[in-house]
């Protein structure tokens, strides 16, 4: 015994000295550490992460790593905070400080106040070279020798995030491990060169997180942005890759700057490009600016941060997921990883050097900003009205989520009054009536940049030529009844109080519950699971004085028994954590409608649903509908690959849902043909966008395409009358002379037939974001569910040509076929997760429609 614990306290001094021995030891370089060269082979995050607190266990003095959460598939997401000796043990006093100078937190600044620079690196998961470059970047700034960042870090904390998104970048490093030529091979034939289906760039849910700054649907978004909202850092540079044939690009932005990016900020994209440009300049190196990556869609890493004060950057290099470690450009020119690491490296360093160097007036700059915010916010309207009402709880709900993620400020109005406002509803200018418990948001709050980019009924756009989507009205993406007011409207803190339960009847014949948001389908699929057997009327009814809508669920004591006394129990609870009303009724007998034991009360099946995904299938498409299935509803979904769908046999389920992608190769003839009489034994196939488009006039199907090409033929007489010279196109415009074509994205009022099942919960319309003007006719034989006609278009860009063909057209169908049902979505409802207006109506798709 004795013996053992000497040999133990023997064994601790030698584990001792050899720490000691360590920490006196030089800091390793990456080459050290990995013991590769940065850029001969690719790191794994595994050991990205190792190097990170290898760096935090040796200069404690400098640098701080925090794990601050995990992704989907488990990996740890760090942030490592860099500063200078005198910075690093004040880290939480410049946080606060840095809040109270944008008067998100009370109380003083204390101390001296140094810039806060956040960089971002690898979002894009196949954009490899970020997390190489960072381990650089974190060496330099954490070796005690380099002078250079020591005078940097003097007034400047570094935020670095070395890997935003793991799970897509380890999907791409993996597989390029496994098929490349020992070294690498530049052979732009090469199959490292083709990475394979879905790719490396999205999340584990193929969720583009650079699309989701904004919205944060996903968990990797949620937990980074719950961080930066602690921060609000005065500059934000976010590193990206793009084609390998260009070479390298950072700010100034192209057009178009959304109007409300300050000039100050706008200037500053001038100065750090300035930065940038001395070192490429000196390296040779060729880049471009001013082209390409505009500023205006709100959720990408350097937009939403210019909303939130930042001078917002995108680096981009050329490469990304197809150079590998070399790659032989078309100029002949060996593009290598080495290459790639060293521009990101520079750029890295460039904008710390241009913050640090320019830190009072970033902090001067950011206080001016978050001032102007609070007292002389932007734009013509000054409050933002949530009409509150029975059917709005819980799309409120979802808003007030969304603005609590945001720290953006919101009350009550507290007092009815009369006032004007823009009607998001109808376009126009109009009375509006505010009640006490309507929601209010004021632009007087330091977030009210961001709260006039997000809830401004349309954002001017001074050129059309941008890269993504020009409309992301929330009062049209939560679907609530909203109104813009030019006047000042002070919200009172002081929450609603909760209606008090409204059950009086301990065991009542039937339980009610409202269907208007996704709350609701939760509430749902949370019952099915507990095996609580749900009816929906699909009638309108009113029962003691109170009317309900078509779609509201029923639950009778008859059909539960098996449930015993067990189900008012499980029926509140479970309405209870969904935020779901209940009523109660003591019969089952209606005043007007249908009676509880009528035929158009309709028991629902617990539907069994497959989703098509695989090769052919967009990665996009597939991610968010199985994201809707697994993250938002939690219900139970079976994944089909196209690769082997011919051998599933689909009477083992119910729903089939197609998202976009060609079609062509799985659903052959012969496979189709089986689809087909599945549908007709009494099987329902959702078909989404280019699904529905493929199926649109194949045999027994009645969805056609609108044809298009007839209009524009006429338009085109008609240009030619008016204009002789027409056809005489200048080459220099050819950009913009192909977006008339286009629609990227914009806010449609889609007018709906509400008493069909797909329409439940909607009321007459349904705003829809419209990406597409490849669109329907109306169906001869089947449901036209929900339709454009002629005016309306509600927010947004939409090209001429393109504006023609969106009316008279459908968007939502539904054919019965046999016992079965075919739906189509031209339009997809679940786009990017966070279009919440739509959620409900692919919660009907699958769990009303055909019961
Ligand atoms: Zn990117």
């Known amino acids: ?93 410049i946080r606060e400080n840095n809040l109270r100078q944008a008067g998100i937190a009370d109380g003083q600044v204390q101390g001296k106040q140094p810039a806060i620079l956040w960089m971002s690196y690898n979002i894009h998961g196949n954009e490899s070279v970020s997390s190489e470059a960072v381990l650089q970047v974190l060496y330099d700034l954490v070796d005690p020798n380099n002078q250079q960042t020591k005078k940097w870090l003097e007034n400047t904390v570094v935020i670095l995030d070395p890997c935003v998104n793991p799970d897509g970048r380890e999907r791409y490093v993996q597989w390029y ?26 999340n584990h849910y193929y969720f583009d997180l650079n699309r989701d700054w904004a919205w944060q649907t996903q968990i990797e978004s949620k937990q980074r942005m719950a961080q930066y ?16 044939e260009q070479p390298y690009y950072f700010s100034p932005a192209a057009k178009p700057l959304h109007e409300s990016i300050t000039p100050w900020q706008r200037d500053f994209q001038y100065t750090i490009g300035d930065y940038n440009r001395q070192y490429f300049d000196q390296n040779n190196w ?71 160097e320019k830190a009072d007036q970033l902090t001067q700059e950011f206080r001016k900003y978050y001032d102007n915010n609070l007292k002389k916010p932007g734009g013509a309207y000054k409050t933002f009205v949530f009409k509150a009402d029975d059917r709005s709880v819980g799309n409120l709900k979802a808003l007030t989520d969304y603005l609590d993620q945001q720290q953006i400020r919101y009350g009550y109005a507290g007092k009815s009054s009369s006032s004007k406002g823009f009607n998001y509803a109808t376009g126009k200018e109009e009375s509006v009536r505010v009640n006490q418990n309507d929601l209010v948001v004021s632009m007087y709050q330091p977030k009210s940049t961001l709260v006039k980019v997000l809830f401004e009924p349309s954002s001017n756009l001074e050129d059309s030529l941008t890269y993504d989507i020009t409309s992301w009205a929330m009062p049209y993406a939560f679907g609530l009844q909203a109104y813009a007011l030019k006047s000042r409207l002070d919200a009172n803190n002081q929450k609603p109080a909760k ?42 009814f009113e029962m003691e004085n109170r009317q309900y809508e078509a779609g509201t669920l029923i639950i009778t ?11 008012d129990a499980v029926v509140r609870a479970t309405a209870e954590k969904h935020g779901v009303t209940l009523q109660a009724s003591t019969t089952g007998f209606v005043s007007s409608g249908a009676d509880f034991g009528s035929g158009s009360v309709r028991f629902l099946k617990t539907p069994k649903v497959a989703l098509m995904s695989g090769e052919g299938v967009s990665p996009y498409a597939f991610g968010e509908i199985w994201h809707y299935f697994e993250q938002q509803i939690g219900y139970p979904v079976t994944v089909l690959g196209t690769s082997y769908f011919g051998n599933v046999p689909l009477h083992e389920f119910d729903v089939l849902i197609l998202p976009a992608g060609s079609y062509g190769r799985v659903l052959n003839e012969q496979a189709l043909e089986q689809v087909k009489n599945w549908v007709r034994g009494g099987g329902k196939l ?35 009358k008016e204009d002789p010279y027409r056809l005489l196109r200048v080459y220099g415009d050819r950009e913009r002379d192909a977006i008339s074509e286009d629609v990227q994205g914009s806010v449609f009022r889609v007018n709906l037939d509400k008493t069909h099942p797909l329409a439940f919960g909607y009321g007459d319309t349904y705003y829809a974001l419209v990406r ?22 509600a927010t947004g860009f939409v090209g001429a040509k393109a504006k023609a063909r969106l009316k008279d057209a459908l968007i939502l169908g539904a054919q019965p076929m046999g016992r079965g049902q075919v739906i189509y979505l031209a339009d997809n409802p679940l786009f990017r997760g966070f279009w919440h207006n739509g959620k409900l109506l692919f919660g009907n798709a699958v769990f009303l429609v055909g019961q």
């Not at 100029?331 to 690491?341: A, M, P």
């Not at 009645?702 to 008609?718: I, S």
């Open 229 to 244: 909202n602690q921060w609000l850092p005065q500059v934000h540079a976010d590193f990206h890759e793009m084609g390998p």
């Open 772 to 793: 597409t003007s490849d669109t329907f006719s109306f169906m001869k034989d089947g449901w036209n569910v929900g339709v454009l006609k002629k005016d309306n278009y």
């Open 1 to 93: 015994m004795q013996n053992t614990i000497k040999r133990l306290f023997a064994f601790a001094f030698v584990l001792l000295s050899l720490q000691t021995a360590m920490a006196q030891q030089a800091l390793q370089t990456p080459a050290q550490f990995l013991g590769y060269t940065l850029g001969e082979e690719f790191t794994t995050h595994a050991r990205i992460t190792d190097y990170v607190n290898y760096l935090a266990q040796q200069a404690p003095n400098r640098i701080r790593v925090q794990e601050y959460g995990k992704t989907y598939e488990g990996r740890p997401l760090l942030l490592a905070y860099v500063a200078s000796d005198e910075n690093l043990p004040r880290l939480e006093q």
């Open 177 to 202: 491990k496994q098929v490349q030529n020992r070294g690498g091979n530049a052979s732009p034939y090469a199959w490292e060169h083709y990475e394979p289906w879905p790719g490396g760039r999205p």
């Open 686 to 720: 959702i078909a989404l966008e280019s699904a529905a488009g493929f199926l649109a006039g194949k045999k027994d199907f009645n969805l056609q395409k609108k044809n298009g090409d007839e209009a524009t033929e006429k338009e085109k007489a008609k240009e030619t």
């Open 286 to 356: 060729l880049y471009f600016t001013r082209e390409n990556f505009d500023l205006f869609y709100p959720s990408y890493g350097d937009t939403w941060p210019t909303f939130n004060g930042a001078i917002g950057m995108t680096y981009e290099q050329g490469g990304s997921g197809r150079a590998g470690l070399a790659y032989k450009k078309q100029d002949g020119d060996t593009l290598t990883l080495t290459d790639r690491i060293a521009h990101h490296h520079i750029a890295s360093l460039a904008t710390l050097q241009a913050t640090a």
């Open 499 to 540: 209606a008090a339960n409204p059950i009086k009847v301990e065991r009542p014949f039937a339980y009610l519950a409202r269907w208007n948001s996704l709350q609701d389908v939760k509430f749902l699929t949370d019952l099915m699971a507990q095996k609580v057997k749900v009816r929906m009327s699909e009638k309108p």
């Open 557 to 567: 004591r008859t059909g539960n028994e098996a449930m015993g006394d067990k189900l």
